[in-house]
């Protein structure tokens, strides 16, 4: 079963589901064909634009397609030299400095563990991001390019996105930024218009329950096609529900939609302290709920229905969420508000 790391974990890291290939060691991109043209097609024309902006749910592949860009511009640089789908043998030694985060030309920004209370950092800091700007003054290496990737770039405080802009605004040659994204809308927008954009799209579910019998496969059919509904298209959030509380929120999180209108003054105090006790529990229910809105925002304006009720409250919601996880709110306060801010967009336009 996937697990998260725990914040003693030695071997911490914000960006894996424990159990599972870290995006660094992940050869295989699933479902995101397009994405990869696109980027293939950019990158061995000899001129890339300087920033990506790679943007989807989480746990869709974002990470691993930026790993695989950046492995092909320090192996083959910008130039056809190399496969058409940007692969790398894994026995490459560029493949293998990056594995083992050991590669000269790559940087990786991400949230780590805080040095003083040992316990993870709930933003990306000031003083992270400004490594950028020694990282890209080096004399760069064998092959001449040199490739940071910040993961996500939402977990930038106000202070590091300021730094980020003002890499983005000054581009060495030969550098490159892959800015990952969950909600590209929380960036800043001279932030944005300064990055070549690359959206990533939900897994078909056949594509999905493929893989997971590749990876779990000690589970039965019926348990991999349940996971695959209720992902939502992104392979991470399947490897998460795949533990007994990744499964739990993601059904709470259905039922606090379908609730909307009259929600359950009692079940929501129950489940507030439920996810009290859980590590993580209120940004894993966020992330859930968030990704159950968007499916359902989607189905209804395909259906010709007005969404955008639904669609403010949305991002309402992730902004709730993300001010409760950065500032280390009470859980029942966060599913209280967020209970309100459902039932307003439910009683101004019906259910979702």
């Not at 056809?80 to 400095?97: I, K």
């Not at 004399?139 to 910040?150: E, F, L, P």
């Not at 379908?258 to 079940?267: F, G, N």
């Amino acid at each position: 079963m996937a697990k998260r790391f725990k914040s003693s974990d030695e071997n911490f890291e914000s960006d894996r589901v424990a159990g599972f290939a870290h995006p660094r060691e992940t050869e295989t991109l699933l479902g995101q064909g397009a994405a990869l043209e696109l980027a293939s097609a950019t990158l061995r024309g000899g001129r890339p634009p300087h920033a990506w902006l790679i943007t989807g749910p989480p746990g869709i592949g974002k990470a691993t397609l930026a790993y695989r860009m950046a492995r092909y511009l320090l192996r083959y640089g910008a130039t056809d030299e190399g496969p058409a789908d940007l692969s790398v043998s894994r026995d490459d030694a560029v493949a293998r400095q990056i594995e083992a985060r050991a590669h000269p030309g790559l940087l990786v920004l991400k949230r780590g563990l805080n040095p003083r209370t040992g316990k993870p950092q709930t933003e990306l800091p000031v003083d992270e991001v400004r490594r950028l700007s020694g990282f890209f003054g080096m004399t760069a290496g064998a092959g001449g390019w040199r490739v940071a990737i910040v993961d996500p770039a939402d977990d930038m405080n106000e202070n590091a996105a300021n730094a980020l802009l003002k890499q983005l605004e000054e581009p060495p040659e030969k550098a490159m930024l892959l800015l990952l994204s969950h909600r590209p809308g929380r960036l800043l927008p001279t932030i944005r218009s300064r990055c070549r954009r690359l959206d990533l799209r939900p897994m078909p579910d056949d594509v999905l329950e493929r893989a997971l019998s590749a990876l779990l496969p000690d589970m039965d059919s019926d348990e991999r096609h349940g996971l695959a509904r209720l992902a939502g298209g992104s392979i991470g959030a399947a490897l998460t529900l795949a533990d007994g509380d990744g499964a739990m929120l993601a059904t709470q999180a259905a039922g606090f939609i379908e609730r909307a209108r009259e929600p359950d003054l009692v079940a929501l105090y129950a489940l507030g302290e439920k996810i009290g006790r859980m590590r993580d529990g209120l940004s894993l229910f966020g992330d859930f709920l968030s990704a159950a809105l968007r499916e359902r925002i989607r189905a209804k304006a395909r259906a010709g229905g007005d969404a955008k009720a639904w669609a403010d409250a949305a991002v309402r919601l992730e902004e709730q969420f993300a001010r409760a996880d950065g500032l280390n709110l009470e859980p029942r306060q966060t599913i209280w508000t967020a209970a309100r801010t459902l039932a307003a967009a439910a009683r101004r336009t019906g259910s979702l």
